[in-house]
């Protein structure tokens, strides 16, 4: 990465790091609305990768890979921000959703199954699974899902920042250990989804290839298995509060 005099050689490096803003804006893009193209995310990564080049000269202590990585995704995030996140009728249709699971556990103690959800909502399994599918770029948490009534729309902050988040302060010290429950406590099928995308790291495309469905399916049990776990958390978060 560096040149004979001893500095950062930025042609170079930018070829050698390209694959990693590649594979961040394609973990990335699973998340988003198909209105969000990967090449538009590779382009807002490289000019974080840049900047990552020129701004590590002043931080030598940290490992440029994390350390661009960081910038990469806070890149990529500052241009979402920018963006139409997730339209508001989707929205509206996740916190449907997640009313339905919060309900149908409430009831029955276990994880609701797809058609059950589809029940309770009043729909169709098939409408129910393009809501899921409209619902692509949901988030696992948001602040008005801590909230009475909120309908705002908001993209999760989960870039470096300097400010303290009181939310994650809140859930900081039993997050992570809510988390593994609530995953452990998904139908076996989510839960080896979750373990391929989170930690594997596999995009929906590999994922499905592994387990013999398509993308977009990949896409609903995802955002199925995302509102199982925020109905978990929402329901720690209020305990916690309370």
Known sequence: MYNAAG??????????FAPLVKRIANHMIAKLPPSVEVDDMIQVGMIG????LSRYEEAPGAQFE???????????????RQMDWLPRGARKNMRQIDAAVHALQQRSG???TEAEIANELKVPVAEYQQMLLEGRGTQLIHYED???????????RNCAGSGADPLASLLDDNLRAVLIG?????????KMLMGLYYEQELNFKEIGAVLGVSESRICQIHNQAV???????KECAWTSIA
């Open 110 to 112: 276990r994880a609701p």
């Open 146 to 156: 801590f909230l009475e009534d909120g309908d705002d729309d908001f993209l999760e």
């Open 182 to 190: 609530a995953i452990a406590d998904l139908p076996e099928r989510e």
């Open 227 to 233: 509102s199982r776990l925020r109905v978990k958390l």
């Open 49 to 52: 990768l840049m900047d990552a």
């Open 7 to 16: 500095v950062i050689d930025k042609k170079q490096s930018l070829a050698e």
């Open 66 to 80: 994390t350390y661009a990585a960081q910038r990469i995704r806070g890149a990529m995030l500052d241009e979402l």
